[in-house]
């Protein structure tokens, strides 16, 4: 099946973006299909940084979860990469799409986490209309 | 799984390179990383091991024109080739939308061309795909051995191993030289128009997609 978004379906997305993270001040947040497409996305990196670190942060989220099956878990709850200058935030929106948003360390996980729900819960009724 | 962005205006299609482990896949997408202009080729990324055999894979954007105003992009992978990463290649192989499968003109690799296209068929199965309608032609890649005294198969015993029931096109090619190489890119990327153009019709059918789609001031 493929996936169709049309023009308002994109704004909706970005404006949640916006709203529940990036006005937060994380840097950089999209979404990703379990097959890589970039979906939608707004921050500070350029769309050329941006494309391949879709591609491989929805590989890395399947491989994540395929880790968690061989050890007997269904999922783990928080995917989260901690380095120096950025951060990286995992949620899933449903079996098809991620959200990630990329965050500095002058903004707290919990907040990261708590605007990844509302953004999730937002999202999930855009994107099953599609 | 082709994803169709009304407001940008772009389709973005899937590509995968498929084949035995060492045949060359990923040279086929160096080669077009390195030679293609960077207005159509974006940044390429690759997660490789120490030995440089594809671990993960290798990634590639790539815009190759347009169609009803809509620009196309295609995302090239490469999946490792090696037997023990099936589960890998799975992942690589979620919604694709088109299909080379890079054979290797070894003889001791007659086998292994085999056993890999089945294990594609295997896989794209478990997608619910089949190898006989996606998007699909083969490359019979390292020709340039034929030079050398390495013993390699005939493209007669290739086609006839690995062409006979499914009758795609296939090209002959050395990737390391680049032969061959800008050829099966050209045919898979006009067989995935054609293929993502019936589908847009179909949505424009059902409604989904506007008639006319205007084009990006």
């Known amino acids: 099946m493929d996936l169709i978004l049309t023009q308002d379906m994109i704004t909706k997305l970005e404006e949640i973006l916006s709203n529940e993270l990036l006005e937060h001040g994380v840097d950089h947040a999209f979404v990703v299909d379990s097959s890589g497409n970039l979906i939608t996305e707004g921050g500070i990196f350029p769309p050329e940084d941006i494309m391949p670190l879709a591609a491989l942060l929805s590989a890395n989220f399947a491989a994540t979860e395929r880790i968690a ?18 951060n990286i935030h995992f949620g899933r929106i449903n079996q098809d799409f991620i959200l990630v948003t990329l965050f500095n360390n002058e903004v707290s996980l919990g907040l990261v986490r708590l605007g990844s729900i509302k953004a999730i819960e937002q999202m999930l009724p855009v994107l099953q209309a599609a | 799984m082709a994803f169709i962005d009304l407001k940008r205006k772009e389709i973005r299609a899937k590509l995968v390179f498929y084949g035995p482990g060492r045949g060359g896949k990923t040279t086929n997408v160096l080669h077009i990383h390195k030679t293609m202009s960077r207005d159509v080729c974006g940044k390429m990324v690759t997660v490789d091991t120490r030995g440089d055999r594809t671990l993960f894979f290798d990634f590639l954007p790539l815009t190759i024109g347009k169609i009803m105003n809509l620009t196309i992009r295609i995302q090239i992978y490469t999946v490792p080739g090696q037997v023990l990463y099936n589960d890998t290649r799975k992942l690589v192989l979620r919604g694709v939308d088109g299909i080379v499968f890079v054979a290797d003109s070894l003889r001791v690799q ?3 061309n085999i056993e890999s296209l089945k294990n594609l068929e295997e896989n794209l199965r478990d997608e619910k795909l089949s190898i006989h309608e996606i998007p699909l032609v083969l490359q019979y890649n390292k020709r340039d051995l034929a030079e050398s005294n390495v013993p390699i198969l005939s493209i007669a015993e290739m086609q006839n191993d690995l062409n006979r029931e499914l009758g795609v ?16 890119l050209r045919e898979i990327s006009k067989r995935m128009i054609r293929s993502v153009t019936l589908k847009l019709k179909s949505a424009q059918t059902q409604g989904q997609v ?3 789609i205007p084009p990006t001031p």
């Open chain 1, 69 to 86: 099956k061989l050890i007997g878990e269904k999922d783990f709850t928080l995917l989260f990469h901690k380095g120096s200058r950025f």
């Open chain 2, 169 to 184: 096109p296939a090209f002959k090619a050395s990737a390391l030289r680049g032969e061959g190489v800008y050829e099966t």
């Open chain 2, 210 to 212: 506007p008639q006319d």
């Open chain 2, 110 to 112: 007659k086998d292994p």
